[in-house]
């Protein structure tokens, strides 16, 4: 089984995909669409939607994981993000995908062993699971941060078909 985690982001959206493998997830592909800051919001949504549908259709994942929204102190960027991961949603429902949903802290916690864990920390830990190189992205890192966490999972809350 494939699972695609991605981490949201409206100047940069992270991607990762494991292969389910008991007892360790294998590492498969990862990165980052940059959709670029002078686009407008539309823009940047249609970027994001053209080269996650390339990788879903490129790979065809069976599963997506996408980071709970979280508080956030701007209003507009969580507007912002909202979008995006509308846009995400979507896109797993429309490639027949299960979806689900898991918070920071419990993707953190389960990947680090401690929930408020930093993002190097979880970089650092998903190099080593994973079996990687070490990685320039932190949403990349994320991303596969939340599929390494569902692959791991076993009664993952799922959100949406």
Avoid: C, W
Avoid at 9 to 27: C, D, E, H, Q, W
Wanted: aromatic share 6%.
């Amino acid at each position: 089984m494939l699972i695609m985690g991605v981490d949201p982001g409206t100047v940069a959206t992270g991607y990762g995909i494991v292969r389910k493998n008991n007892p360790s997830p294998l590492f498969v592909a990862g990165g980052v669409i940059r959709p670029g800051t002078k686009k407008v919001q539309a823009e940047k949504l249609l970027s994001i939607h053209a080269g996650l549908d390339k990788i879903i259709r490129e790979f065809q994942p069976s599963v997506m994981v996408v980071e709970s929204l979280f508080h956030a102190v701007n209003s507009q960027s969580l507007i912002k993000l909202g979008q995006v991961r509308g846009v995400i949603l979507l896109l797993g429902a429309l490639h027949g995908m299960d979806v689900f949903e898991y918070s920071p802290l419990e993707i953190k916690r389960g990947i680090t062993g401690y929930g408020h864990a930093d993002k190097s920390q979880v970089m650092f830990m998903i190099q080593k699971i994973l079996h990687v190189p070490p990685l320039k992205s932190f949403d990349q890192a994320d991303a596969l941060a939340m599929a390494t966490y569902h692959a791991h999972s076993r009664l993952p809350q799922k959100v949406a078909k």
